[in-house]
């Protein structure tokens, strides 16, 4: 198995021809996990990835020598996690440092979507349990997504990008520089939308969290 601390996963989703430079310049140098359908990027741009994961219910049929070249990991339809959940617990046991995930924001399945927002959470969790600083990100060419849990997130873009903050916790409180508009005095309680469309000022900009929230990062209008 190859060793790498950086880390990528390609989830099941419809990657667009016009983002495949975006994709391929975020794989490179990373140990790659296509995830079930996820393998159809993989197999458009006549490469492999280190390990495929899943039940394959969502994959094309896939010859033998082209499986040949990486690791597969089955799974059967009938379990109790989906196959991202899994794929990103095997990132982890497999020493990620960091991990970039791919395709977890669908058009249509808004349940996958909020479920693949909250998978980020386990890494938040496995950092607590083992006294790691693994990263995780949702990233897109449009946009990245981060979930913070009492702790801070510092992002580098360009100014007038859009920055929200979105309560998770009851309520939450913060601390931003590099940001137009500064930090609420008050608690920002689950549901405002107060701390949605931020901008950056200038060229990068810090996000303190006490609670938990998620961070979206709109990188691309």
């Not at 339809?77 to 990132?91: G, I, M, N, R, V």
């Not at 920055?163 to 689950?190: N, T």
Request: charged fraction near 25%.
């Amino acid at each position: 198995m190859r060793r790498c601390g950086r880390h990528i996963l390609f989830l099941n989703n419809r990657y667009y021809g016009k983002d495949n430079g975006f994709h391929l310049g975020l794989l490179k140098g990373k140990y790659s996990i296509a995830v079930d359908g996820g393998i159809r990027f993989f197999l458009r741009n006549k490469i492999h990835p280190d390990v495929l994961v899943g039940d394959l219910d969502s994959a094309p049929r896939l010859a033998k020598h082209y499986v040949a070249n990486f690791e597969v990991i089955m799974h059967p339809s009938a379990k109790d996690k989906t196959d991202s959940h899994l794929a990103l617990e095997l990132s982890l046991e497999r020493g990620a440092e960091s991990i970039d995930i791919c395709g977890a924001v669908g058009r249509t399945e808004m349940d996958h979507t909020l479920g693949n927002i909250f998978l980020l959470d386990i890494v938040n969790k496995f950092n607590r349990a083992h006294k790691r600083n693994v990263s995780v990100r949702i990233v897109s060419p449009a946009q990245e997504l981060y979930l913070v849990d009492n702790g801070c997130i510092e992002l580098k873009g360009r100014t007038g990008d859009h920055i929200s903050v979105i309560p998770l916790s009851d309520e939450i409180r913060l601390k931003l520089s590099g940001l137009v508009y500064p930090a609420p005095k008050k608690p920002v309680k689950f549901g405002d939308s107060l701390t949605l469309r931020n901008m950056l000022r200038g060229g990068k900009c810090r996000i303190d969290v006490s609670g938990r929230a998620v961070v979206v990062w709109l990188t691309r209008s």
